[in-house]
């Protein structure tokens, strides 16, 4: 299966959501779009030419083979607490980056300094369903401002423990406008979250095309 042949949904319909929903249009990919603001995803669907069809959160996990949940690390806990089984069969997408406000003006890590947002989620899905860390690298801005950069695409990291699974998140990245890099395995996610040294904001500070982000791997 590619991604042209799967049905796709983004969750979430906040800054990052509605950032990937312009860029998977931009790039022709057809999408299911769900959020708790039906009202925000209608508004949002009304101007992708037609790629994105609105959809509750209930029929988006049912319809999808890859599903995007572009929330908050604690939204998407609850998302699996909620679906449950329902999420088994599934390549499900973790942008997610596990921080908050340090009472200082920046932030830090909500969960350990070792530990991964994208290990943690994907240890808590129910078997046959399978996590991809991508989409969280890069800032909602970047991710819009950089999207088809010619002559050479910036890149997007991803992390995946199921080859398969990798290939199809790999498609929706090209989809989205950038050039897909995979960083290894789930154990690599902590590397591409922020803080982590592929992150934007941790060691890169800034896009790297793929002929850099090899250097750098």
Known sequence: MTISDSTVAIIGTGTLGSTLAANFAAGGQDFLLAGRDQEAARKLASGLDGHAEVVSVDEAVDRADVLVLA???DSFKELIAQYGERLSGKVIVDPTNPTGPDGHGGFRKIIGEQESSGQILAGLLPAGARLVKAFGTLSAGTLAAAARQEPDRAVEFYAAD?????????????AGGYEPVRVG????????EMFGDLHEFGGLG??????EALKVI
Request: aromatic content about 6%; overall charge negative.
């Open 206 to 211: 800034r896009v790297v095309t793929k002929e």
């Open 162 to 174: 199921d080859d398969a699974a990798g290939d199809l998140v790999a498609g929706l990245i090209r």
């Open 185 to 192: 395995g789930l154990d690599q996610s902590i590397r591409i």
């Open 71 to 73: 929330v908050w690390f």
